[in-house]
């Protein structure tokens, strides 16, 4: 970091239910470099009524040299559990906040090549690409498929951002959570302060920050050298949990860029002639090329969900991918049991 002071960044995630996953992200915070002339705090919350990850943290808090600090926020919803950790690195005076999710592990050199980034650049919000990973039980062949083409995907579209960087032209994109940096100056010059808490059932909060520090004249960027790795539950590994997923994200872009209903019934159209066409080449390339053809199953999901969500925000309806009733699709689970991991 340029200059003579340090720099204070405050390293921040929240957790709900995921004691294994939290311990995996902590030991890669443990194991990655630190910035020369950065100090470091961890700013942890835990989403729930009651602490069940105290003695994950209490053992990190061991491992490491750097103040350690665990909230407890018991409004259910990622938008108020951030917002406590938002709000503490401000009140604290950080310089910088990070974000990464508690099913993520960070490469020994992310925070390094994130704080190099915003400091050369000059950037007022980061993001960074998020790799999708197994999990380390078996998965089946179709598990399999998902997860490549989840992993092509992201690949493809990390090197597409990668390149806008080269050229100076990534300012269009929008910073996930999952994998972000933000200069808390920057929140105060734009009034940026906190995420929006109307998300907690549809999920999107970051993508309405972004949004709104873009619209307030923030410097958004892409770090490409800073790496996470998210971990894929084998029950996500699904198409109807990949249909869903894209169908919710389809409402909340919807609802969140003001789209009109005649833009919207125009985007249903041309999916639908997409997937009309897909659906009648499918089970050809399915028999013929099999490689293709998953390929070709695995995006007509998502048009599927394209279309769904995008018609259905006609109408007024809203995700709810994070509502009490899809608990069990975000929290670890007992393996074989189907019961919610509870320590």
């Not at 050199?109 to 704080?115: E, I, K, Q």
């Not at 007022?124 to 197994?134: I, N, Q, T």
């Not at 999920?203 to 920050?209: L, M, R, T």
């Amino acid at each position: 970091m340029q200059g003579g002071d340090l720099v204070r960044v405050a390293v921040g995630a929240i957790t709900r239910r995921r004691p294994e996953g939290l311990r995996r992200l902590l030991e890669s915070f443990a194991r990655m470099q630190r910035p020369e002339g950065a100090e470091i705090a961890f700013l942890l919350c835990e989403n729930d009524d009651e602490s069940r990850v105290a003695e994950v943290v209490d053992a990190f808090r061991g491992e490491v040299p750097e103040p350690v600090e665990l909230m407890l926020e018991p409004r259910k919803g990622i938008p108020y559990a951030r917002n406590r950790v938002l709000g503490a690195a401000m009140a604290q005076g950080f310089d910088f906040l990070t974000f990464v999710d508690d099913d993520e592990v960070v490469e020994p050199d992310w925070l390094v090549r994130m704080l190099e980034a915003m400091d050369a650049r000059g950037l007022d919000l980061a993001a960074g690409p998020v790799l999708p990973v197994a999990p380390p039980e078996p998965l089946t062949g179709l598990q399999l498929m998902v997860l490549n083409q989840l992993r092509q995907r992201s690949q493809r579209r990390d090197v597409e951002r990668a390149r806008t960087v080269g050229v100076d032209d990534d300012g269009g994109v929008e910073a996930f959570t999952g994998n972000w940096c933000l200069r808390l100056a920057a929140a105060r010059r734009t009034g940026v302060t906190s995420f929006d808490e109307q998300t907690a059932e549809s999920g999107g909060e970051d993508s309405a920050f972004s949004l709104a520090m873009r619209r307030a004249g923030a410097r958004i960027g892409w770090v490409p050298e800073a790496i996470a790795e998210e971990t894929q539950p084998a029950m996500r590994l699904s198409l109807f949990y990949v249909y869903r997923r894209i169908r919710d994200q389809e409402r909340n872009k919807m609802l969140l860029k003001d789209r009109s209903v005649a833009k919207r019934l125009w985007f249903v159209f041309q999916r639908s002639l997409e997937m009309l066409v897909v659906g009648a080449v499918l089970p050809v390339v399915v028999l013929s090329r099999p490689e293709k053809g998953r390929k070709l199953m695995f995006n007509a999901t998502r048009k599927a969900g394209q279309i769904a969500g995008a018609f259905g925000s006609v109408f007024g309806l809203r995700s709810r991918h994070y509502a009490a009733s899809a608990d069990r699709l975000h929290v670890e689970q007992n393996p074989g049991s189907g019961e919610v991991v509870a320590k």
